[in-house]
């Protein structure tokens, strides 16, 4: 399997724009989660999915980030519209509910200028 | 809520110096514990990973930790650091009843050849 794989791997924009981050989880899992990490506040979970559902969104920042999972293959974290505080490595893991164990995609870096 | 605290922020040791991170982490249930590392400019990986079981749990490279369910904690150990081992580590609590990860702020550890 080739992992939880995340693109883009650099997103340059300006504010304002929308930025779309896309994620595959590995192939059975039915767990997806998305952080992001910081200098200063380390790695924050936003959201995650079981089996497709939003289960918890209460680390999403505010309206301007919005996730989806249209199923287990893929999920989308989109922010509109995109400001300088949004600059962060974004992580997408994966994991099987039953086995716990989350595996990491390789982050997307966002910077917003 | 579960939490997650990881006492040291920045640890800095020259090589064959003993290592040992600390983890506390707040939950009074069944709980899966882990340790993860995050090479420069890379994903986060699992070092090692606690169930059940044995509470010295031997991971990758060299690294143990320890569950000690009184106090709550998952230690990190390795006798003998080497220079390859600068990264920065992370604790993480998974709950038995749900699939939500709970990570520490991280520890930075930098090796002096």
């Known amino acids: 399997d080739a992992g939880v794989i995340q693109s883009p791997r650099h997103e340059v924009t300006e504010m304002g724009q929308e930025v779309t981050l896309r994620c595959k989880p590995i192939?059975?899992?039915?767990?997806l989660f998305w952080y992001r990490q910081t200098m200063m506040r380390g790695l924050e979970l936003l959201i995650y999915f079981n089996n497709n559902v939003p289960i918890d969104d209460s680390g999403m920042p505010e309206d301007r980030f919005s996730a989806k999972m249209p199923n287990a293959s893929f999920s989308t974290l989109k922010i509109q519209p995109s400001e300088p505080r949004d600059s962060a490595v974004y992580f997408c893991?994966?994991?099987?509910?039953?086995?716990?164990?989350?595996?990491f995609g390789q982050g997307t870096r966002l910077t917003v200028v | 809520a579960q939490s997650v605290s990881q006492h040291n922020h920045h640890v800095i040791l020259s090589e064959a110096a003993s290592l040992e991170l600390g983890c506390n982490y707040s939950?009074?249930?069944?709980?899966?514990l882990f340790w993860y590392v995050q090479y420069p400019g890379q994903h986060l990986q699992l070092l090692l990973k606690?169930?059940?079981?044995?509470?010295l749990v031997k991971g990758i490279k060299g690294f143990e930790a320890e569950f000690i369910k009184s106090k709550f904690s998952f230690n990190l150990r390795k006798p003998s650091v080497q220079w390859s081992d600068t990264a920065e580590y992370f604790c993480?609590?998974?709950?038995?009843?749900?699939?939500?990860?709970?990570f520490g702020t991280g520890t930075s550890l930098t090796v002096i050849p």
């Open positions: 606690y169930f059940s079981g044995d509470p």
């Open positions: 993480a609590v998974n709950a038995n009843t749900g699939n939500q990860f709970y």
């Open positions: 192939s059975g899992h039915n767990s």
């Open positions: 939950y009074g249930g069944t709980v899966n």
């Open positions: 893991a994966s994991s099987l509910m039953s086995r716990a164990e989350a595996f």
